[in-house]
């Protein structure tokens, strides 16, 4: 039922792909980052300088090859199916469905293009799969280093979008690097699998809460001890880092076993140390 509900999941990101490339990407003549990109780059380049039209899937689906490959081998085989799911329905959607005419705007496909796009790769990625291309070097380079790697993303798209700038002018490729930025953003506030959240619990009941942080997210805390400055009585610390978006569920268990628990959440910017993610299956 689970694999039934990511493959559903990860049909409706492929979808809305799909409809936005043929709807704000269309209609504002952007270039999406990553291998949809370069397949949309290389399409231009064959119509324009050799007269030939090719559909969109043949390139995306060979770009994707050598990738899903690697990933198959190195970071999850369920994971990879999915994310050749994915790579083959993008493809096939592409070619098949119609853009909607929704607005002539360029800044407003850029900007809406752009939240779009990121929502839909979000969907992927939360299903445990990829749109393919980059996305699949940003997991197994994140897998690696446990790190987010969707800025350094960004900004090789950005040297894409130069040449595409040189080829076809500079106005289209100024206004996708708007849309790249607009759907980075929206992906970093989507996924937190390779963000880091720092939290510090004060209970009474410190071996409860130790072993709802075990089954929860898979990781362990560090219990402090000290006094309450008011009361003047002792009191308990916990002290764990765990993946971001096992945050808010980690929060609902311990409220759980301890209503009256006090949590501080902070934001990790750098970890370093031996801190194990579940890997992708």
């Given at each position: 039922?689970?694999?039934?509900?990511r493959?559903?999941?990860v049909?409706?990101?492929?979808?809305?792909?799909?409809?936005?490339?043929?709807?704000?990407v269309?209609?504002?003549?952007?270039?999406?980052?990553?291998?949809?990109?370069?397949?949309?780059l290389?399409?231009e380049?064959?119509?324009?300088?050799?007269?030939?039209?090719?559909?969109?899937?043949?390139?995306?689906?060979?770009?994707?090859?050598?990738?899903?490959?690697?990933?198959f081998k190195y970071?999850g085989?369920?994971?990879?199916?999915?994310?050749?799911?994915?790579?083959?329905?993008v493809?096939?959607?592409?070619?098949i469905?119609?853009?909607?005419d929704?607005?002539?705007?360029?800044?407003?496909c850029?900007?809406?293009?752009?939240?779009?796009?990121?929502?839909?790769?979000?969907?992927?990625?939360?299903?445990?799969?990829?749109?393919?291309?980059?996305d699949?070097?940003?997991?197994?380079?994140?897998?690696k280093?446990?790190?987010?790697?969707?800025?350094?993303?960004?900004?090789?798209?950005?040297?894409?979008l130069?040449?595409?700038?040189?080829?076809?002018g500079?106005?289209?490729?100024?206004?996708?690097?708007?849309?790249q930025?607009?759907?980075t953003?929206?992906l970093n506030?989507?996924?937190?699998?390779?963000?880091?959240?720092?939290?510090?619990?004060?209970?009474?009941k410190?071996?409860e809460?130790?072993?709802t942080i075990?089954e929860?997210t898979?990781?362990?805390?560090?219990l402090?001890?000290?006094?309450?400055?008011?009361?003047?009585?002792?009191?308990?610390?916990?002290?764990?880092?765990?993946?971001?978006?096992?945050?808010?569920?980690?929060?609902?268990?311990?409220?759980?076993?301890?209503?009256?628990?006090?949590?501080?959440?902070?934001?990790?910017?750098?970890?370093?140390?031996?801190?194990?993610m579940?890997?992708q299956d």
């Amino acid at each position: 039922m689970k694999t039934f509900l990511r493959f559903i999941l990860v049909t409706i990101g492929s979808i809305l792909m799909a409809l936005n490339l043929n709807t704000f990407v269309h209609t504002a003549g952007l270039l999406p980052g990553g291998f949809t990109g370069i397949t949309l780059l290389l399409q231009e380049i064959f119509s324009k300088f050799f007269g030939i039209k090719i559909p969109f899937a043949v390139f995306y689906w060979g770009l994707n090859i050598v990738p899903a490959i690697i990933c198959f081998k190195y970071v999850g085989k369920k994971f990879t199916i999915l994310s050749i799911w994915s790579i083959i329905s993008v493809g096939f959607f592409t070619d098949i469905i119609p853009g909607l005419d929704v607005t002539n705007d360029i800044l407003l496909c850029t900007i809406f293009g752009g939240i779009v796009n990121g929502t839909a790769i979000s969907l992927c990625l939360l299903a445990g799969a990829t749109s393919g291309g980059t996305d699949f070097i940003s997991i197994y380079v994140s897998e690696k280093t446990g790190r987010s790697i969707w800025n350094h993303i960004f900004i090789g798209n950005v040297i894409v979008l130069a040449i595409f700038g040189l080829l076809f002018g500079w106005t289209r490729a100024l206004y996708s690097i708007i849309f790249q930025f607009a759907g980075t953003q929206i992906l970093n506030s989507l996924y937190k699998r390779y963000q880091k959240s720092t939290l510090l619990i004060i209970t009474d009941k410190p071996d409860e809460l130790v072993k709802t942080i075990r089954e929860t997210t898979g990781h362990d805390a560090t219990l402090f001890k000290g006094e309450g400055c008011y009361t003047g009585l002792e009191r308990n610390m916990l002290y764990t880092i765990i993946s971001s978006d096992s945050e808010e569920k980690l929060i609902r268990e311990v409220k759980k076993a301890d209503p009256m628990a006090f949590i501080n959440i902070l934001q990790t910017k750098m970890l370093k140390g031996n801190f194990i993610m579940k890997k992708q299956d």
